[in-house]
């Protein structure tokens, strides 16, 4: 490590400036919610390895998933019928941000434990749980913090009302990358790996999550500097860093691709809504499931850890956007402005023809019959005439905004909503191959067979056995004139699409002003079965006949979206704050 030593350098001794935030907390867990563990006494609390791990428990409610995203919404994309401010880059500063106070609030509880473990009698005894704690306070300062306002106020000790470091400025972009890498490596060694995890304990933290989230932050930041012409050593030096921490996870043979045999190509499909009850056709329960490297966990019979949406219920028919729909390749792996398949838009559902495969199983086909919880759930699997009967169709207006819709987290059996016990990843071994790729593609400026067989070819081919697909290669890219970039950022796209990573990942490639500038377009009306099935469809169309679900005119997005304004009240608060470029 001593060749980034300029640039990450040792946090050991170092004193971050710190602003004071009141303590707001909430934990599933019933231990954590008898009161607030950081006003604790200490005659009553700290005093064993299991205080500090019930404290570490509320750490875990910190994690993204279903509702809980970040300031600039992560989901808000040009992926979907997204219509919001947020997409459109019409939002505007405001005067108290609840992300903004939230993670802060967050931080100190995480900065309470570090302080009670400082002054414990027995650090060994609690080093998973200060390991823990640091990895939190990296994911909080990543994931909440510098995605959405870059370089931020840096806390890592508890202060007092009075503290003069309360006024502090802002720390600069580079100092919060180079802190939030600091926590992540000061807690891999600490940390265990996932096979000595005991079976009571799985959802924890591992070695390997930890690794895994260190190549996201650095390939995240790598390329933002890369792309913004900042120095090659720095962002080289991050893009490294994040090749040798995924490749660890790669390597340590903890995890695998869920594709089990009897499901097929449809595993990606099930992979989503997996639950312990029947929730597919060969009732595999979540146990069969080695690719979630961290996840949050629900449990259909566990009322204090719900779903907190009506996720099934809003998923199935969720509109996505043309974009979205032409980038999957034809499944003689070109895009379909250059396949051979005979790509063709005639009839609703010609254009899901030999797709890859992911198509499918993420969008939904015209009139194509799907199951779904609340209703249209199926009774046996089988498809049998009664399965189909219960079953229903995707009519692509009924609540529809492009004519495309969406399968993924929709559940099949049946289950109210807000009681599916499927979990959310937060990350997963996919990502990891799809960050290895990129960061040895940008870090070289090219990517060896070699490595795209034992990353992302792995992905691409776990659903698309029965059309087979070819590989992702040198060869073809230059045969077929692609461009190696592009495949694999679409590879990304197509299996990361629904799990909140697009917004981010255009900021960081600093394409995001092209991309959400763009209008959202929907399905092809004109000279389609679909001007005869919709002879009185009532939406705007572009020259080509194509559905406009949102026109270029409402979207604005520009330069100062790159971030996301500080809000108001704090900037009154400290005036060494600065609020970022065009707010």
Not at 450 to 465: C, G, I, M, P, Q
Request: proline share 4%.
């Amino acid at each position: 490590m001593n060749r980034y030593k300029k640039w990450f350098p040792d946090f050991g001794y170092t004193i971050m400036i710190a602003c004071l935030l009141a303590f707001t907390g909430a934990g599933c867990n019933k231990s954590l919610d008898l009161k607030p563990l950081d006003q604790a006494s200490d005659a009553t609390y700290w005093k064993t390895p299991n205080d500090f791990k019930l404290a570490a428990n509320a750490f875990y409610n910190y994690l993204r998933t279903f509702s809980q995203s970040n300031g600039d919404g992560h989901n808000g994309t040009d992926l979907g019928g997204d219509l919001s401010a947020l997409a459109r880059g019409t939002n505007t500063t405001v005067s108290t941000d609840g992300n903004y106070n939230t993670a802060y609030s967050w931080i100190r509880t995480i900065n309470n434990l570090l302080a009670k473990a400082n002054t414990y009698s027995s650090p060994n005894d609690i080093k998973q749980y200060v390991a823990e704690a640091k990895f939190f306070r990296a994911y909080v300062y990543f994931d909440k913090l510098l995605t959405s306002y870059g370089g931020v106020i840096l806390v890592n000790e508890l202060l007092g009302m009075n503290s003069p470091q309360l006024t502090a400025p802002r720390a600069t972009r580079d100092s919060t990358i180079n802190f939030i890498i600091a926590d992540l490596q000061a807690a891999i060694p600490n940390l265990p790996l996932e096979s000595a995890i005991a079976a009571s304990d799985k959802g924890r933290v591992s070695q390997q999550a930890a690794q895994a989230f260190l190549g996201r932050v650095c390939l995240y930041e790598g390329t933002w500097q890369k792309f913004r012409n900042g120095d090659p050593a720095r962002y080289n030096a991050l893009l490294d860093m994040s090749v040798a921490n995924s490749l660890a996870v790669i390597n340590s043979n903890q995890y695998s691709l869920f594709k089990p045999s009897v499901l097929g190509d449809s595993a990606l499909k099930y992979l989503f809504i997996l639950e312990n009850e029947k929730s597919n056709p060969a009732f595999i329960t979540k146990s069969s499931n080695n690719e979630y490297i961290l996840s949050v966990r629900y449990e259909s019979n566990n009322l204090l850890k719900t779903i907190p949406n009506q996720i099934s219920f809003g998923a199935l028919g969720a509109s996505v956007s043309r974009k979205m729909a032409d980038m999957y390749l034809c499944s003689d792996g070109l895009p379909i402005d250059k396949t051979t398949t005979g790509f063709s838009r005639t009839l609703m559902t010609s254009e899901f023809q030999n797709r890859d495969n992911r198509m499918r199983y993420y969008m939904c086909i015209p009139f194509y019959r799907f199951w779904q919880n609340a209703v249209n759930y199926h009774i046996n699997w089988n498809w049998s005439a009664a399965d189909i009967a219960i079953s229903r169709t995707f009519d692509p207006f009924a609540n529809n905004v492009t004519g495309y819709g969406n399968q993924q987290w929709a559940a099949e059996r049946q289950v109210p909503n807000s009681q599916e016990g499927y979990d959310y990843p937060t990350i997963r071994l996919a990502e990891v191959y799809l960050n290895y790729a990129e960061a040895v593609f940008e870090r070289n400026g090219s990517i060896g067979d070699a490595d795209l067989d034992k990353s992302l070819n792995l992905v691409r081919l776990r659903v698309n056995t029965d059309n087979a697909m070819p590989k992702l290669s040198n060869a073809f890219v230059a045969a077929n004139g692609l461009d190696m970039r592009t495949e694999i950022r679409r590879e990304r796209t197509i299996e990361l699409q629904g799990e909140g990573f697009r917004m981010d990942d255009l900021k960081r490639w600093y394409t995001a002003v092209a991309e959400m500038d763009q209008p959202v377009l929907g399905i092809r009306y004109t000279g389609t079965q679909y001007a005869t099935k919709y002879p009185t469809l009532n939406k705007p169309l572009t020259s080509s006949g194509d559905v406009i679900a949102d026109a270029a005119g409402n979207r604005q997005f520009s330069q100062k979206n790159y971030l996301i304004p500080l809000p108001l009240d704090q900037l009154q608060l400290n005036p060494n704050l600065t609020q970022n470029p065009g707010w």
